[in-house]
């Protein structure tokens, strides 16, 4: 017959990971609940602040009193959670994170915990740092791109129409829209989804793509990929820089070549990083004995004087 303690100390530590995993993702999910009940309660001056950029363009443009419109009845409560969302899952990430990292670090070397630690930390720092540049330069600049197009109504433009009331503005005279020829009178009533939604895209995109130093340096620190490598690959890593600046941002050279610009220096940063990391492992290795100079210049000497 076979031995069935062996099978019941194999499966012990297995039902015990769970219940530990179980109980860390209960507390996330908690967390996160919480930190979307929050972001709610504050969800409209945070909608506020993410339409600045466009308020701001419209007003540079000559509209006085921006106005933006939503056309079904539950929109712009749908509009207000998912802005709870997205900023309830940043309120919840410190408790995500450290949840995440109890339940990794029993399984890890001191120095793998001494490595991993401070990428923990420094990808959220590196997402807040991308989110606010897409939010506070790169937003404005495709703002008033976008909307350099558009005739953007003014209030008295919105009285000749028909679309502000005059009661609104009182101390201002109905005018009388004067007949035209001139074909379609085009102007702009932003939608406020459509308006949070490229304003999102561009926090999303930016935020992610400033996790590439903290990406690839990790790796390097892993050993999966070597600075060399990375210089060697540099016209092939422009090329996707390219591509994903052409699929992630809206279709304006302006934008595109900003995300291209910001992307392809983090990448030269993640290169000298990564030559860093690599500086200091060989330093180490050397200092303990396993790395040997005279080794690598017989095999550079050898492959020398083959023919």
Known sequence: MADTSD?????????????EL??????????????????FAVAEPILQFLLGPIEETLRD?????????YTS???????????????GFALAFPVIGFQMWRFVAPGLYRQEKNAFLPFLIASPLMFFLGASFAHFVVTPLAMAFFLGFADVPSIIAGLMNGFVSPDVVPDVAVPVAPETSEGIRITFFGKVNESLDITLKFIMAFGLCFQLPVLLTLMGKAGLVSAEGLGNV?????VGILVLAALVTPPDVITQGILFTVVYGLYEISI?????VEKKREAKLRAEGY?????????????????
Do not use: C, N, W
């Open 234 to 238: 540099r016209k092939y890593a422009m």
């Open 22 to 39: 179980r109980t860390r993702l209960i507390r996330s999910v908690i967390a996160f609940l919480i930190g979307i009940i929050l972001a």
């Open 7 to 19: 099978v019941d100390d194999s499966t012990a530590p297995l039902i015990e990971h769970l219940a």
């Open 272 to 276: 000298f990083l990564v030559a860093r």
């Open 291 to 307: 790395y040997d100079d005279e080794d690598d210049e017989d095999d550079v000497t050898e492959d020398d004087a083959k023919p």
């Open 73 to 87: 009845p539950q929109e712009y409560l749908f509009t207000l959670f998912r802005i709870s969302m997205v900023f």
């Open 61 to 69: 443009l000559g509209d006085p009193s921006p106005t933006m419109q």
